[in-house]
């Protein structure tokens, strides 16, 4: 994996909103695990969370401009916690940009108004330095 990240400029990275890696399972642990969600209920959550913002702010969390994501309802503690892990990290404003959707996402998800602590440390994992994968 990382012969090929090397490969990447930061500049495309930032383009990419999830960063995930998901490891193979063994047979064994695959026939074992436990079935999760069906389909057609991770689609009627879905749609419910694109249709909570599009009623919120008239258009998807995807097509969010700069001044769309100033106006996002956070909670301050969110706030201070993106604000920090910004700088630690050292992310661009694009990267920020791309964190703050996730998350706003991911509050939609749960028909939450405000982008709480957890939506975004949700959406900063998503976005996890390519180095740790």
Avoid at 58 to 71: F, K, P, Q, T, Y
Avoid at 91 to 118: C, G, M, Y
């Amino acid at each position: 994996i990382a012969r090929y990240q090397n490969r990447l400029s930061g500049p495309l990275l930032d383009r990419i909103d999830l960063h995930l890696f998901v490891p193979s399972l063994s047979t064994n642990e695959l026939m074992q695990s436990p079935l999760g969600e069906s389909s057609q209920t991770i689609q009627t959550r879905c749609i419910q969370a694109r249709q909570f913002a599009i009623e919120r702010q008239g258009i998807a969390n995807h097509a969010l401009n700069s001044a769309d994501i100033a106006r996002l309802h956070i909670h301050t503690e969110a706030q201070q916690l993106l604000e920090k892990a910004g700088a630690q990290m050292g992310w661009s404003s694009r990267s920020v940009h791309r964190i703050l959707k996730v998350a706003r996402t991911i509050a939609d998800l749960n028909q939450q108004p405000t982008i709480e602590s957890n939506h975004l440390t949700e959406a900063m994992q998503y976005r996890r330095s390519e180095a740790s994968l």
